[in-house]
């Protein structure tokens, strides 16, 4: 008898994308700040991140805005894993933005710009607003018509009453005719749950009462509840935006009805600079709610990568960006020793010039011994779901040690497939010796190439 064949269907749901820095879950400390040898995806690298942990205090307190971070350590040795640990501390709420050093050499924009727009995207402001809504199902929608003022046949409607019902009681509106309009928009009808905000005059329709959930057999419509309460209504709603947020809505011209703007909104806008001017306006409004108490200011991290690609422009705008009165926690990071500065013939360590450096607290990261690399591959294979024996995890610490751990790490998953193909599901020491002869690290490379100078042009 034929052998009936069983398949399990895999689920469609997706799967998390496994990045380079996915185990990363926090900085791993202790409530006394002291760092766990082996936390939150961290190994090792006890006082760097004891030293990121301080820097995660006083950002909360709001005693850090205006300082600057220097993240300084050979390749490889967690740099921008640390910038994440913070990140991930801080939570959701506070502005983190990530840059790399090269991306300010744009086309279309000062370097400058970008930088000033990248400060801005990483400084958040909680702006708290008291809103009075009237919400509840619509009872009655009857516009009231009067005769046009223009004279004519047409009719303009003087205003429009609706009815509005919640669980405690029933009220009657007279709206603007503006309201109308929106009414109109939204598609409200008699039955629908709306709320109207009473300073802006904005309508959202939430959906149909669900009284009337039993009218049809089906119908594509969200069923609500009837709104709880009394129909006029004190909302404190808070909103988080960032300064960048700002800038960019006040910044772009609202389209009119005529045809130059009609063609502007149709083509593709190109990035345009937001001017100093602009941005001196927002900030004394900023200025001015956050001393009326209406909204808070929330210093966040922008966090530079590769900074010894930027120049001595930027380091000099830097400089000057720094001081400023709204200006977020800089985080720079850089594998640089002593090298020139970009664009200059000036050496200086980190490819930094001096006066900047001399505005930075460094904190240093250690290259890892050979027991914290398997630790990390250990906790690599884990993410990205490999079964890997102790044997295949210490030979491959030790081509860490000869090469780099980032290259071990990349040796695991075509080490998987090597496996599976052998018709294993975990990796041995003999899938990792066959990658290997596959695969040159960077030193290997090198090697080679002086060996055989002569057949390459050079």
């Given at each position: 008898?034929?052998?009936m064949?069983?398949?399990?269907?895999?689920?469609?749901?997706?799967?998390?994308?496994?990045?380079?820095?996915?185990?990363?879950?926090?900085l791993?400390?202790?409530?006394?700040?002291?760092?766990?040898?082996?936390?939150?995806?961290?190994v090792?690298?006890?006082?760097?991140?004891?030293?990121?942990?301080?820097?995660?205090?006083?950002?909360?307190?709001?005693?850090?805005?205006?300082?600057?971070?220097?993240?300084?350590?050979?390749?490889?040795?967690?740099?921008?894993?640390?910038?994440?640990?913070?990140?991930?501390?801080?939570g959701?709420?506070?502005?983190?933005?990530?840059?790399?050093?090269?991306?300010?050499?744009?086309?279309?924009?000062?370097?400058?710009?970008?930088l000033?727009?990248?400060?801005?995207?990483?400084?958040?402001l909680?702006?708290?607003?008291?809103?009075?809504?009237?919400?509840?199902?619509?009872?009655?929608?009857?516009?009231?018509?009067?005769?046009?003022?223009?004279?004519?046949y047409?009719?303009?409607?003087?205003?429009?009453?609706?009815?509005?019902?919640?669980?405690?009681g029933t009220?009657?509106?007279?709206?603007?005719?503006?309201?109308?309009?929106?009414l109109?928009?939204?598609?409200?009808?008699?039955?629908?749950?709306?709320?109207?905000?009473?300073?802006?005059?904005?309508?959202?329709?939430?959906?149909?009462?669900?009284?009337f959930?039993?009218?049809?057999?089906?119908?594509?419509?969200?069923?609500?509840p009837?709104?709880?309460?009394?129909?006029?209504?004190k909302?404190?709603?808070?909103?988080?935006?960032?300064?960048?947020?700002?800038?960019?809505?006040n910044?772009?011209?609202?389209?009119?009805?005529?045809?130059?703007?009609?063609?502007?909104?149709?083509?593709?806008?190109?990035?345009?600079?937001?001017t100093?001017?602009?941005?001196?306006?927002?900030n004394?409004v900023?200025?001015?709610?956050?001393d009326?108490g209406?909204?808070?200011?929330?210093?966040?991290?922008?966090?530079?990568?590769?900074?010894?690609?930027?120049?001595?422009?930027?380091?000099?705008?830097?400089?000057?960006?720094?001081?400023?009165?709204?200006?977020?926690?800089?985080?720079?990071?850089?594998?640089?020793?002593?090298?020139?500065?970009?664009?200059?013939?000036?050496t200086s360590?980190?490819?930094i010039?001096?006066d900047?450096?001399?505005?930075?607290?460094?904190?240093?990261?250690?290259?890892?011994?050979?027991d914290?690399?398997?630790?990390?591959l250990?906790?690599?294979?884990?993410?990205?779901?490999?079964?890997?024996?102790e044997?295949?995890?210490?030979y491959?610490?030790?081509?860490?040690?000869?090469?780099?751990?980032?290259?071990?790490?990349?040796?695991?998953?075509?080490?998987?497939?090597?496996?599976?193909?052998?018709?294993?599901?975990?990796?041995?020491?003999?899938?990792?010796?066959?990658?290997?002869?596959?695969?040159?690290?960077?030193?290997?490379?090198?090697?080679?190439?002086?060996?055989?100078?002569?057949?390459?042009?050079?």
């Amino acid at each position: 008898m034929e052998k009936m064949k069983i398949e399990e269907v895999q689920s469609t749901t997706k799967k998390q994308r496994v990045a380079t820095h996915t185990h990363i879950k926090g900085l791993g400390l202790e409530a006394n700040g002291r760092a766990v040898p082996w936390a939150a995806g961290f190994v090792g690298q006890a006082e760097a991140r004891e030293a990121s942990g301080l820097v995660v205090d006083m950002i909360r307190q709001k005693k850090m805005a205006g300082r600057a971070l220097l993240l300084a350590g050979p390749p490889g040795t967690g740099k921008t894993a640390l910038a994440l640990g913070i990140a991930q501390e801080l939570g959701s709420k506070v502005p983190f933005c990530p840059m790399v050093g090269s991306e300010v050499y744009s086309s279309e924009v000062k370097k400058t710009e970008i930088l000033m727009e990248n400060f801005r995207r990483a400084i958040g402001l909680r702006i708290k607003e008291n809103k009075e809504v009237y919400e509840g199902e619509v009872t009655e929608l009857s516009p009231e018509e009067t005769e046009s003022v223009t004279g004519g046949y047409g009719k303009s409607i003087s205003h429009v009453i609706i009815g509005l019902k919640t669980v405690k009681g029933t009220k009657q509106l007279k709206l603007d005719p503006t309201i109308y309009d929106a009414l109109i928009k939204e598609k409200v009808a008699v039955g629908d749950v709306i709320y109207i905000e009473a300073n802006s005059g904005a309508v959202k329709r939430v959906g149909r009462s669900d009284a009337f959930a039993t009218e049809f057999d089906l119908e594509a419509e969200e069923y609500v509840p009837l709104p709880k309460g009394e129909v006029h209504k004190k909302k404190e709603i808070v909103q988080d935006v960032t300064l960048h947020d700002l800038d960019a809505a006040n910044a772009r011209p609202q389209g009119g009805q005529d045809i130059l703007s009609l063609m502007g909104q149709m083509m593709k806008p190109r990035k345009t600079e937001i001017t100093d001017k602009l941005r001196q306006e927002i900030n004394k409004v900023v200025n001015r709610y956050i001393d009326e108490g209406v909204a808070e200011l929330v210093p966040g991290v922008l966090f530079i990568d590769e900074v010894h690609m930027l120049d001595m422009e930027c380091f000099s705008y830097m400089n000057r960006a720094l001081e400023s009165s709204l200006s977020p926690i800089v985080i720079f990071a850089t594998n640089r020793g002593i090298c020139n500065v970009r664009g200059t013939d000036m050496t200086s360590p980190h490819g930094i010039p001096v006066d900047l450096l001399d505005r930075l607290v460094i904190i240093r990261t250690q290259t890892y011994g050979p027991d914290e690399m398997i630790k990390i591959l250990a906790i690599r294979a884990q993410v990205e779901e490999l079964i890997v024996d102790e044997d295949s995890l210490a030979y491959l610490g030790e081509i860490g040690q000869k090469s780099s751990l980032r290259h071990a790490v990349q040796l695991l998953s075509p080490a998987s497939i090597v496996a599976k193909m052998n018709g294993r599901d975990n990796i041995c020491k003999a899938d990792l010796e066959e990658v290997t002869t596959l695969y040159l690290d960077a030193k290997s490379s090198a090697k080679l190439l002086q060996e055989q100078q002569e057949k390459y042009i050079t």
